[in-house]
């Protein structure tokens, strides 16, 4: 922390993570980053999307790929219509953006 660095940097062993517990230090949490990106690239990402992800992969964080145009489209369709459209985006269900972002 004098570093300026987050606390999920340290290695601790079981004793010294069991001293720190209790101080709820948020930066020991896991990251997680959520790209929002155009609805065509969606199912791929998109060249910020992979340095995002090479910047995660340093700090052992996930990404999540999400479009927020997409997912006010899909507030309004009925079920059918949802999964149609996402599989015109090359897009599952369980894998779209606020539902891969829960997980």
Avoid: C, H, Q
Wanted: no cysteine; glycine share 4%.
């Amino acid at each position: 922390l004098e570093d300026s660095k987050p606390a999920r940097y340290v290695t601790l062993d079981e004793d010294e993570e069991n001293a720190i517990k209790s101080l709820g230090l948020l930066t020991r949490k896991p990251m997680i980053y959520a790209a929002n990106v155009a609805d065509s690239d969606l199912a791929t990402g998109n060249d910020m999307v992979t340095k995002l992800k090479a910047l995660a992969e340093e700090e052992n964080a996930k990404v999540v790929i999400v479009s927020a145009a997409v997912e006010a489209e899909l507030v309004e369709l009925d079920m059918a219509d949802r999964l149609e459209f996402l599989d015109s985006l090359g897009v599952g269900l369980e894998t779209s953006g606020l539902r891969a972002l829960v997980r």
